[in-house]
């Protein structure tokens, strides 16, 4: 499967970040595969932000739990990923992706390109 | 902080062995299959191998992973040019509610 995310690049601080991503080759509801946000700091590591399952039940990073929302869309085969009151440090590259079942410790398979979002007025 | 612990560079010539090592908890590593990814400058992470040692077809076998209680390894032998990367090792967490962990990455130098 492939994985593509849009959304806008620039965000204000206070405002929300939304972005989709788009699946295709992959059926998001079917299967027993997880969907997943993951971003990435200017020059820093990777964060696991959260994940959807193929039954529409997600799980979130504690350190984000309180501003993530991951939703999905079936119908368009998408899912999306809404983070409120965001601040400079919020400013990363956000990738999709799939994630295996639990019992292959739910690895990351599958990477969209990335999308560079930056928090400024 | 990175949950897991990564050394944040290492380095070798070619046609050596180089070992990358990542460190984490019982709630983590020792109780959950773990991998490892590679990530070059500019693109997306891809998976490399699991504590397991299962590759994604095209990895070659140059590439293997070892784990140990709450330690874990990655083994890069004949080490080659393009091997010069970023890696990281992930693993679920069963903390809080669980998630997935990362470690803070590996800048790899083949000098």
């Known amino acids: 499967g492939q994985l593509q995310e849009s959304g806008p690049g620039l965000v204000k601080p206070s405002q929300t970040l939304s972005l989709t991503c788009s699946v295709s080759?992959?059926?998001?509801?079917?299967?027993?595969?997880?969907w997943s946000w993951i971003r990435q700091q200017p020059g820093k590591g990777l964060e696991w932000i959260g994940h959807?399952?193929?039954?529409?039940?997600?799980t979130y990073n504690p350190s984000l739990k309180s501003r993530v929302t991951i939703s999905e869309d079936t119908t368009n085969n998408r899912f999306s990923l809404s983070l409120r009151s965001v601040t400079a440090a919020d400013t990363a590259v956000y990738y999709c992706?799939?994630?295996?079942?639990?019992?292959?410790?739910?690895?990351?398979?599958?990477w969209g390109q990335g999308i560079l979002v930056i928090v400024s007025a | 902080q990175a949950v897991l612990t990564q050394p944040p560079s290492a380095s070798g010539t070619p046609g050596q062995r180089v070992t990358i090592s990542c460190s984490g908890s019982?709630?983590?590593?020792?109780?959950?299959?773990m991998h490892w990814y590679q990530q070059f400058p500019g693109m997306a992470p891809k998976l490399l191998i699991t504590?397991?040692?299962e590759r994604p077809s095209g990895v070659p076998d140059r590439f293997s992973a070892s784990k140990s209680g709450t330690s874990a390894s990655l083994a890069i032998s004949r080490l080659q040019s393009e091997d010069e990367a970023d890696y990281y090792c992930?693993?679920?967490?069963?903390?809080?509610?669980?998630?997935?962990?990362f470690g803070g990455g590996t800048k790899l130098t083949v000098l």
């Open positions: 080759g992959d059926s998001i509801s079917g299967g027993m595969f997880h």
């Open positions: 992706a799939r994630q295996g079942p639990g019992y292959t410790g739910y690895e990351v398979d599958t």
């Open positions: 992930a693993s679920w967490d069963n903390s809080l509610s669980g998630y997935m962990v």
């Open positions: 019982r709630y983590n590593i020792e109780n959950h299959i």
């Open positions: 504590s397991n040692n």
């Open positions: 959807i399952s193929d039954s529409g039940r997600t």
